[in-house]
């Protein structure tokens, strides 16, 4: 059974740095991809960053040069660091499991992030 466990969210002033982690077990290690959306209230939940087995990273425009995405060489952990952090970065971070060949896809329980101005 898929289980995401991430960590490392907090309140943070803006400028600010963060770094979430999230461990996952009972994934295939191939063919799927892992990473980060977040709902701020009244919001959708959006992309955040993407990266796949093969190591290709995606990220949202609005996190474009602030925040980096990677994973352990085990590729059961995948992190993102947020750097100058923002006000409207402020939002429930989850993390983000699709495994390719089941076409199943799996959340973890959220960490919120919180930037004050």
């Known amino acids: 059974q898929v289980q995401l466990v991430e960590s490392g969210g907090g309140l943070v002033q803006a400028g600010g740095f963060l770094r979430l982690s999230c461990v996952a077990s009972g994934i295939r290690p191939t063919l799927n991809h892992m990473g980060w959306y977040r709902q701020a209230p009244g919001k959708e939940r959006e992309l955040v960053a993407v990266?796949?087995?093969?190591?290709?990273?995606s990220y949202a425009t609005s996190v474009k040069g602030r925040f980096t995405i990677s994973r352990d060489t085990a590729k059961t952990t995948v992190y993102l660091q947020m750097n100058s952090l923002k006000p409207e970065d402020t939002a429930v971070y989850y993390c983000?499991?699709?495994?390719?060949?089941?076409?199943?896809?799996?959340w973890g329980q959220g960490t919120q992030v919180t930037v004050s101005s």
């Open positions: 990266i796949d087995s093969g190591g290709h990273l």
């Open positions: 983000y499991y699709h495994d390719f060949l089941a076409t199943e896809s799996y």
